[in-house]
C-alpha cells in the first residue's frame, strides 16, 4: 500500500513515545523479525547474477571490431549462468550435505532452519536470546 499523513503521524508519534521511555524497541535479531528466504529465492538471485554476467560478456562481444556476421549463438555463452548455480548450490553457506542415516533423521535435516548466511545473523551479533 501506500502510505497516507496518518501512517506517518503514527510513526513519529511511536518514535517520539521510544524516546520518552514510553515505547517498546523490538529486538532486530529476534527470529520472530526476521524474514524466510526460500531457496527459490535465493536461486532466482543467484540466476539473476549469472544472466548479468552474460549480459557484460556480450556487450563486450558487440564493442569488439569484429561483430560482422555473428549469430546469437556465436554471442551468447551460458557457462556464467551455470557457474553462478553450480557455485550457489556447491560452495554457499547454506549447502551441506544431507544426514540420510535414517528417516528420521532425513526428515529433520530436511525441516531445518538456518538463521545464519547471506543476510542473516552473524556469530558476532547473535544475542544470548538468540543462541
Known amino acids: 500500500g501506500i502510505l ?20 517498546e524497541v523490538d529486538d532486530i535479531d529476534h527470529l520472530g523479525n526476521r524474514r524466510v ?4 529465492e535465493m536461486t532466482e538471485n543467484q540466476f539473476r547474477v ?3 554476467r552474460v549480459e557484460r560478456a556480450v556487450k563486450e562481444r558487440l564493442n569488439q571490431a569484429e561483430t560482422e556476421g555473428l549469430s546469437p549463438q556465436d554471442l551468447i ?31 529433520t535435516h530436511k525441516r531445518r532452519v538456518s538463521a545464519l548466511g547471506p543476510g542473516g545473523l552473524t556469530r558476532e551479533r547473535a544475542g544470548f536470546e538468540v543462541r
Do not use: C, H, W, Y
Not at 506517518?8 to 508519534?13: P, Q, S, T
Open 4 to 23: 497516507s499523513n496518518d501512517d506517518i503521524v503514527d510513526v513519529l508519534r511511536t518514535l517520539v513515545e521510544i524516546r520518552n521511555g514510553r515505547g
Open 37 to 40: 528466504r526460500s531457496v527459490g
Open 50 to 52: 549469472g544472466l548479468v
Open 77 to 107: 555463452n551460458a557457462k556464467p549462468v551455470a557457474a553462478a548455480i553450480k557455485e550457489f548450490f556447491g560452495s554457499s553457506q547454506l549447502s551441506q550435505f544431507m544426514d540420510q542415516n535414517n528417516p528420521l533423521s532425513e526428515i
